[in-house]
């Protein structure tokens, strides 16, 4: 009988069994896959981090714990995890990304800039903006080494006692008369409290959540940039830009690995079956890429390195869902995070541990309720821009 079990140790269920163990309790985390790994939502070696937030301004304290908590895991695992390089957030004058970014920073007292597109271009010359664009540039932001936080969580969680087993799919979960029972194709285990961090595979774990937690396929590109200086991590800042074609993000050259882009949304695919997505790229999949490459960032126009598929698990608003499972006292769902979720990991995985010590939450996330989401919402598309 385990204290608490966690389905799903990727991102933010590898932070979620590390908390868990270092507050005491008996720990399971149960991982399909191995840790990390290539199927999810948090592969591809880097995630942005960045504290200016055109999502919402009710994001920002999150961010600030999770800058806090990512530097504790540092420190814990010895290793670096989180590389600060500023951040733009870049589009039209009154563009949702530019006013988003600026509100978010007013109302957190967060100090940023505002640069028009020449001043960008003249400051960081790896991007080619057209003048009449419009960046609001913040320090605190950078990128996360993804798949590395996630094997040190893991690791950090083994060595305070919890047991994590990989290579092992839940078959189903219930409440029998004694307590929770998580099925596997491996066995049976049962705890007082039950959290389910299973990314895209959270509609199959949870059918009544499925229309709530919409898997999508996304592609991120790496080039070979003709100029590499001009896209070191040191010269330039990872970016979020609304341009007319769609909403981009990207980030520098790490460790010669190529410029990296990709696009919400990119070629709108939904998934039925995270199980069956296609994850082969094409030129279809460059194409949408290559666009923005040329338009805004043609020192980095260079040979393709790789192509990789993820996913993306979208709600229908594409805020986050953090709550107990409907009917479920002891059963938390952190899910749909819609493709801007893994900077958060670190005090999520807080959070859920809050949840499992039943203790109030030390953030308010009424905002992520599932009580949000009503029926007229479920079907809804993805928004451009959100």
Not at 192 to 220: D, H, N, Y
Not at 239 to 250: H, K, S
Not at 251 to 277: A, M, N, S, T
Not at 292 to 298: G, I, K, L, N
Request: contains cysteine.
């Amino acid at each position: 009988m385990y204290d608490a079990i966690v389905i799903g140790v990727g991102g933010m269920g590898s932070a979620a069994v590390f908390h868990l163990a270092r507050s005491g309790l008996k720990t399971l985390g149960i991982e399909q896959f191995d840790i990390p790994h290539s199927y999810g939502s948090s592969h591809g070696s880097t995630r942005i981090f960045r504290s200016a937030y055109s999502e919402g301004a009710e994001y920002v304290p999150l961010l600030r714990s999770a800058y806090a908590y990512w530097r504790e895991l540092e420190a814990v695992a010895g290793k670096s995890i989180l590389r600060l390089t500023g951040g733009l957030d870049i589009g039209a004058a009154k563009s949702w990304t530019v006013e988003g970014s600026r509100k978010s920073c007013l109302a957190h007292g967060l100090e940023f800039e505002e640069l028009d597109g020449g001043e960008v271009n003249r400051r960081f010359p790896g991007y080619r903006l057209p003048t009449s664009a419009r960046a609001v540039y913040q320090a605190q932001s950078g990128y996360l080494l993804s798949e590395s936080a996630i094997a040190a969580y893991a690791q950090a969680a083994r060595d305070r006692g919890a047991e994590i087993r990989v290579g092992e799919r839940v078959r189903s979960w219930r409440r029998d008369a004694g307590g929770l029972c998580v099925e596997t194709d491996a066995g049976a285990y049962r705890a007082a409290r039950l959290a389910i961090t299973a990314g895209s595979w959270t509609g199959k774990l949870c059918p009544p959540l499925q229309s709530l937690c919409r898997p999508e396929r996304q592609v991120m590109l790496w080039t070979a940039p003709a100029a590499p200086a001009l896209f070191a991590p040191e010269k330039f800042p990872i970016f979020n830009l609304e341009a007319p074609g769609g909403r981009f993000y990207g980030f520098p050259d790490h460790r010669g690995e190529g410029f990296k882009i990709g696009k919400y949304h990119h070629l709108r695919q939904y998934v039925d079956d995270p199980d069956r997505v296609d994850r082969e790229c094409g030129a279809a999949d460059e194409a949408v890429l290559r666009e923005a490459v040329q338009e805004y960032f043609p020192g980095a126009n260079g040979p393709a390195r790789r192509l990789q598929a993820c996913l993306f698990t979208n709600s229908p608003d594409e805020h986050f869902i953090l709550d107990r499972y409907p009917g479920e006292a002891d059963v938390f769902v952190a899910a749909g995070f819609s493709g801007h979720g893994f900077k958060f990991c670190s005090v999520i995985g807080k959070i859920v541990a809050e949840f499992c010590l039943d203790k109030p939450s030390s953030w308010d996330i009424r905002r992520f309720r599932l009580s949000r989401l009503s029926d007229a919402f479920a079907a809804a598309p993805p928004q451009v821009g959100r």
